[in-house]
């Protein structure tokens, strides 16, 4: 995640990473634990850091962002909720608007040669896209 944050140019803008040293698995198995850890490195971000919003880097549970956002005082972004949104919005521009990627260069589609020569239809069972 820290490398993406870097890719994308927002390095100078990041207060902190924070891990909270649990396992995709460990964090359902003690919510109580995993709720306290989680306060914590979002309250250490704020308080110490400086965070301004805190962006959880986990689907512990949606709606959690709402607990730690009334607690913090600052915007928590949900993991689940923000790509969700972000989905709807595009798929919003697109039939309000007509905006969508455009096809003309670097997003153009592969040709049909090539899209056959993948197997798609055999591998993923997709019938009729492509002739």
């Not at 890719?7 to 995709?24: I, Q």
Request: hydrophobic share 40%; net charge negative; proline share 3%.
């Amino acid at each position: 995640m820290h490398e993406n944050v870097v890719k994308y140019g927002f390095k100078d803008h990041l207060a902190s990473f924070k891990s909270v040293e649990l396992g995709v698995y460990d964090f359902q198995k003690d919510k109580e634990e995993t709720s306290r850890r989680l306060k914590a490195a979002a309250r250490e971000a704020v308080e110490e850091d400086g965070a301004e919003v805190i962006v959880l880097g986990c689907t512990i549970e949606f709606g959690f962002y709402r607990e730690l956002q009334g607690e913090l005082g600052v915007p928590v972004i949900d993991a689940v909720l923000a790509p969700l949104k972000y989905a709807e919005l595009l798929v919003e521009l697109r039939d309000r608007f007509g905006w969508k990627t455009s096809k003309v260069y670097g997003y153009q589609s592969p040709p049909l040669e090539e899209i056959q020569g993948w197997k798609l239809q055999e591998k993923y069972g997709i019938q009729g896209l492509w002739g």
